[in-house]
């Protein structure tokens, strides 16, 4: 998405929350190796239908202030999915005394949900 979109804001805004986004993975991986379990788990559908929509978002030619638009609506609608997602961490783990790596995890999701 950062290659597609025209505005070099948006374009950093995608490269800098994938850099975000590959430090959530390794917290979660963290969490869940004090855990002793395996973060691996089943193909997510869901995720999977928002990233193919935001393709097709890319593929539709649209001007470009549009293509941004489409963009933008594709990358909030997945970071609400991995927003959920770390829901769902909380709730496995409760106690950030617990889990260390939650406590960072958790307030860096809060942050994000100010930016959407």
Do not use: N, W
Request: include cysteine.
């Amino acid at each position: 998405m950062a290659k597609a979109a025209s505005s070099d804001e948006l374009r950093t805004g995608f490269e800098e929350h994938l850099e975000q986004t590959k430090g959530h993975v390794k917290r979660l991986e963290e969490i869940f190796e004090s855990l002793d379990e395996s973060p691996k788990g089943k193909k997510c559908v869901g995720m999977e239908g928002l990233v193919k929509e935001g393709s097709e978002v890319m593929e539709e030619g649209f001007e470009d202030a549009v293509l941004d638009a489409g963009l933008i609506g594709a990358a909030r609608r997945v970071e609400h999915y991995e927003m959920a997602a770390y829901g769902a961490v909380c709730e496995i783990c409760p106690s950030p005394q617990f889990c260390p790596a939650l406590k960072a995890t958790t307030l860096e999701c809060r942050r994000e949900s100010h930016l959407l």
